[in-house]
């Protein structure tokens, strides 16, 4: 990276941090990555990032090579940093197709580029991974100046950090990079009194919004198949089978690519079934559409739905309604539904904002691109205005903006 003063360097004491960048978590134990993981955040845990890697859903194949970045205090795992060399822009779900296309135009290599992030998976968490017992800023900046060398070993044009925090975007915005404002419709629990249960979360709806819910969850039981929640644990043979099936026929059904191989799901039945909650349409004793979900501390996170048979508002019974009973059930203050789908907002699901963090190496590349983000962030904030005006909720009961 030529431009090296648009990120701020460290002196280091070698004797009191290291900075090691390795291309695989298998150089480095499960509990020590795991213990600099925030204790909602199921998606930066040791054992998803490793089954991505083990299960060659990661690396030649799809384009995402691994550089994490580690800093070591003495034998302790101080922080590290999910970072990807990528020589392309699928499954981010933080779209930069056309800044590549604008490089492109302007001679400018716009690939390799790197990417601070979960492959494939568009859920807000911590990038800048750092243990709790360490002091946050040095380590952090040791964090950065890993990155910098990555960077600077591979010239690439650009690193992004997605869906970071909104702490983590202050201290990014601080040595240089860009913010980019996004959204996404989450559920989020009352606070400080909780919903007791399903029907008091629908008492905060507005009449003919509440009506519509408790049509559609009617609809969704009348189809004469049997609808259940089963945690990773409890389930079996065939429920594991249909993960991987749904995802592939789902990914077949919008010509979209599926990046996650059938390893990866049998990884993840191996060693992350424990985070794992699946709801599942049966007939007979074959599920026959489902969703696969992850929960960590207080937070569910939403992320494969597919099917084998349509069924009226079936997608929204086994995507939302029985994820938003388990959140209740369990007192969990955050439901993430993914991306996209203004549908959500109908069903008691808000718009949210999510961050991601640029630095772009080029000055003239960065000029247009920081003349673009300006603009699309009053964008985004409009359109999130917008939907909190036409939320289902009772006034008074409204979700506050984020």
Known sequence: MSRRTRIKGLVLNSEALRIQVISSLAHVPAVQWNACVDDNEPFTEHAFLYALETSRSVGER????????????????????PLYLKDNSYGEYIFDWAWAQGAARGGIAYYPKLVAAVPFTPATGRRLLVHPSCERAPI??????????????????SVHFLFCTEGELRELNAVGYRSRLSYQFHWHNRSPQPYKNF?????????PSRKQVKKERRIAAGHGLRI???????????????????????????????????AFFQALRDTFAHRIVTTFAYDGEQPVAGTLNFEKGTHIYGRYWGCEVEREMLHFELCYYQLIDRAIERGHCLFEAGAQGEHKLKRGLMPSFTHSAHLIVDPSLDRAIAGFLTHEQNVVKHHVQEYTRHAPYNRGDEVPLP
Not at 62 to 81: H, K
Not at 140 to 153: E, H, N
Not at 234 to 241: G, L, P
């Open 62 to 81: 799809t384009g995402w090579l691994p550089q994490f970045v580690l800093v070591w205090q003495g034998q302790t795992l101080a922080g590290a940093v």
């Open 140 to 157: 952090v900046s040791a964090l950065l100046d890993g990155v910098q060398k990555v960077a600077q070993t591979h010239d690439v044009s």
């Open 199 to 207: 029907d008091d979360f629908l008492s905060a709806f507005r009449s």
């Open 228 to 262: 259940g929640l089963r945690e990773g644990g409890q389930m079996n043979e065939r429920e594991w089978q249909a993960v991987g099936k749904l995802y592939d026929e789902n990914a077949d059904k919008h010509g979209a690519i599926t990046y996650l191989t059938p």
